[in-house]
Every structure is written in structure tokens, then in C-alpha cells.
């Protein structure tokens, strides 16, 4: 078990640059979450999906976040523009179904110039 | 909507002497309730977890316990290690549901 697969593990980018993370769940897993963290907000979650299909995107701060999941195997996050403020720890979790542990990929350290 | 509450944010004890982090959760029907680790600058990972149908769950050092009725389980760490400092999230999600509900972490200090 590889455990959930995230890349890249840090970005570095200027402001107005188009930024994508990417994801590969466990293998089997059925559900995928993007989690955003910062030591003023915590752990957010922002968009989740449930056999592909996202279920809840309300955590999604604004239009410039999108998220997609193609197939079972990844999924990717983009943020279009980027602004200093989404500087953060962007983590993607996936789970088999509710009521199980999430796992957690070891996240991408993001930070926008 | 679905809430966890977690106390307290940040705690600090000397090492050898145990901790317990406290945390409530407000939809009755949640039934999974997960406890996370997270050391500076890495992952949560799972370190202990419990069912509804059980009040009490013990690996080594650390327990949990669940009160169903009063809506509550908590998290206590026995002789407590350096190693130990890190940042805990208790969770509940519920079979047939599809997130979990995280609470806002606590801030464990082990004092050497």
C-alpha cells in the first residue's frame, strides 16, 4: 500500500500564477478530500468527492479554487489566479467510505509570492 | 450542522504525567470517532480510533473513551514522552455518510 500520493510536495509561485495539485488516492478508497491548513484557520476542508463525484464543495473559499476528479486514481486542485493569502498546507485525504479512517497524503507546502 | 468540539487548544505537562483531551460532537448519529497525530511539518496519522458500540478502547499508552448518551469521548495519553508533543484532532463521521468532522486540534507540550 502506497499510501495517498501528492505532488508537488512544495510550490513556489508568484501572485496571478495558475497553481495545480494533484492526488492519487489509496486504491480502492471511494471518497477523496482536499483539507487546507494554516496556523490561523486550522484544518478546513474544502471539496470532497464520492466515486468521483464531488459531493460538497461548499468549503471551496472562492471561484478561483476548482477541483476535479477524473477517474478513481486522481484528482487535482487548481487555484486560478493564486494570491498570497492561499499560502498554505494543502492536504488530500481518501477514505473507503464513511465511518473508516481517512488517509493522509504528506501534503503540499504551497507558498505564493 | 455537524460540529466537533475540542478541548483544550493547548496543553503542556511534564513528561511522565498523563494528558486527556476532551472533545464533544453534535450529530447523534455519528457512530466512528477517529483520533489523529500530527507532527510539526508532516501528516495526521490515525493513532487510536472507536466505535459506538464500545465506551472504552486502549493501545499501550493511550485510551479513549465514549460517552454516547452525553455526546462525548476523550483521549488520555499515560506517561507522556517528549515524542508525545504534537498536535491532536479527534473526529466523528458516521457509517453511510460520506466526511468527517474534525475539531480544531489541541497543542500537546511534553515538558523534559
Known amino acids: 500500500d502506497a499510501g495517498v500520493i501528492q505532488s508537488p510536495r512544495h510550490e513556489v509561485t508568484e501572485m496571478g500564477q495558475e497553481v495545480t495539485l494533484r492526488c492519487k488516492p489509496i486504491?480502492?478508497?471511494?471518497?477523496l478530500f482536499w483539507y487546507r491548513q494554516t496556523m490561523m484557520r486550522g484544518l478546513e476542508l474544502l471539496i470532497y468527492?464520492?466515486?468521483?463525484?464531488?459531493?460538497?464543495d461548499s468549503g471551496m473559499p472562492e471561484d478561483r479554487f476548482s477541483a476535479k476528479m477524473p477517474n478513481a486514481s486522481f484528482s487535482t486542485l487548481k487555484i486560478q489566479p493564486s494570491e498570497p493569502r492561499d499560502s498554505a498546507v494543502y492536504f488530500c485525504?481518501?477514505?473507503?467510505?464513511?465511518?473508516?479512517?481517512?488517509?493522509f497524503g504528506d501534503g503540499t507546502r504551497l507558498s505564493i509570492l | 450542522g455537524e460540529n466537533v468540539e475540542q478541548h483544550p487548544s493547548t496543553l503542556s505537562v511534564q513528561e511522565g504525567d498523563s494528558a486527556v483531551i476532551k472533545c464533544t460532537y453534535s450529530?447523534?448519529?455519528?457512530?466512528?470517532f477517529p483520533w489523529y497525530k500530527q507532527e510539526l511539518g508532516k501528516r495526521p496519522q490515525l493513532i487510536i480510533d472507536?466505535?459506538?458500540?464500545?465506551g472504552e478502547k486502549k493501545d499501550q499508552r493511550i485510551a479513549v473513551t465514549l460517552n454516547k448518551t452525553a455526546k462525548h469521548f476523550s483521549l488520555h495519553i499515560t506517561e507522556t514522552q517528549p515524542e508525545d508533543s504534537a498536535v491532536y484532532f479527534c473526529a466523528a463521521s458516521k457509517t453511510g455518510g460520506f466526511k468527517t468532522i474534525f475539531g480544531a486540534g489541541t497543542r500537546l507540550f511534553v515538558k523534559a
Open positions: 472507536i466505535r459506538s458500540n464500545v
Open positions: 486504491s480502492g478508497h471511494n471518497s
Open positions: 485525504a481518501s477514505t473507503r467510505t464513511g465511518g473508516q479512517p481517512q488517509h
Open positions: 468527492f464520492n466515486n468521483n463525484v464531488p459531493i460538497d
Open positions: 450529530d447523534s448519529a455519528s457512530n466512528y
